[in-house]
């Protein structure tokens, strides 16, 4: 009770400082208010040791709000349950099927997590491997089998995060997280490995070209720039899949583009059709690209790839690793430069 009554003006003016629009403006520029708070929360903290002695809970309050700021600032969530260099265990607390060959996986990051973030930002992606032990899924040399995900809920859900999962019946990792138990099972957890940072209104149009569960990244990056006030940039996803019952969140994708009409087209591509099937079929080609999408003189455009590899090779050249690698393939071909691409 004391500790809250001592912190709590600390956190009001911590909060005042941090609060900032989602539009151009910069995170707080003077940190003025925040030294003035922090003066305030320490004198607070040194009248509660020599009143109280209890001097660990005041220092722990004063740090997570400190860490509180510097994560607002960076958007980096250094207040996040993930860490870049060690495996975080998280419980599967919740399995939906989504489709013939998907599911939505819910992890909870415990008691101890329930009020923090996973750390991750705007869209970022994360690292995930299975526990030590008998059922370790090992590759062919003996070593642990990491694979990269990208969360389809927000970066700052409290509690848990989620992940759309694409099974590869004779892939090494997804066999194994598809026969997790729910309330049983853990996958080990490490990142976020930063990807794109998105600021509002720093290019007109977003082009976002995804194959199938290559779409996560592409729902972080369009959902999230949907709900920033003041953001004017619009995007058009091209989404393909091999059959109108392999696309991946259709509905919400869907939803959000009902939702806003002015800023987001959706245009669906299969490798096969089927009776009434309104959309594209084929691969995305540049013609394709150009049929779909309208790009007007002396627009910035920005471009967006994630799926098979492939399909990024034939779309903007394969990426070297980690790196960019060079820019190839139909968006060069269509006059893209490579600053105007970013492959995920
Ligand atoms: C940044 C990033 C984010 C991602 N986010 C998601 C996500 O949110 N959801 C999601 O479902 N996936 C995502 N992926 C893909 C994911 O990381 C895994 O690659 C995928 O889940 C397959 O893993 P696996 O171990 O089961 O299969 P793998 O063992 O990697 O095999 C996958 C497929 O490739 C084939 N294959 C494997 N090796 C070879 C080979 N040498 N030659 C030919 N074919 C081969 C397999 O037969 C199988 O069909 C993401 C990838 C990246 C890079």
Redesign the pocket.
Known sequence: MIIARAVGPLRAQITHSTRRSYATSSPGRSNTPLYAALAVGLGLAGWYITSNGDVEKVEEKVKSLVAEKKASDEGLGALGVLIKDAWTPFTLEKVEPYNHN?KIYTFSFGEEGKQKISGGQVAS?LLVKTPEGDEEVKDDKGKP?I????P?SPPDLKGSLT??????K??????YISSMVPGKDKLLFKGP?P?YKYEPNTFDQGLCIAGG??I??MWQLISHAMEIPGDRTKFTLIFSNVTPKDILLKEKWDQLAKDHPDRLQVKYVVDKSEKGWSGETGFVTAPLISKLFKRQDGEKVMAFV?GPPPQVNSLAGPKDGPRQGELKGALKELGYNSDEVYK?
């Not at 992940?163 to 590869?168: A, I, Q, R």
């Not at 004779?170 to 066999?175: H, S």
């Open positions: 998907s992606a089998v694979r990269p995900y990208t389809i992940l759309l999962v694409k099974e590869y004779d892939g090494k990792l997804t066999p490995i990807k569960s290559g996560t990244p994630c995920f």
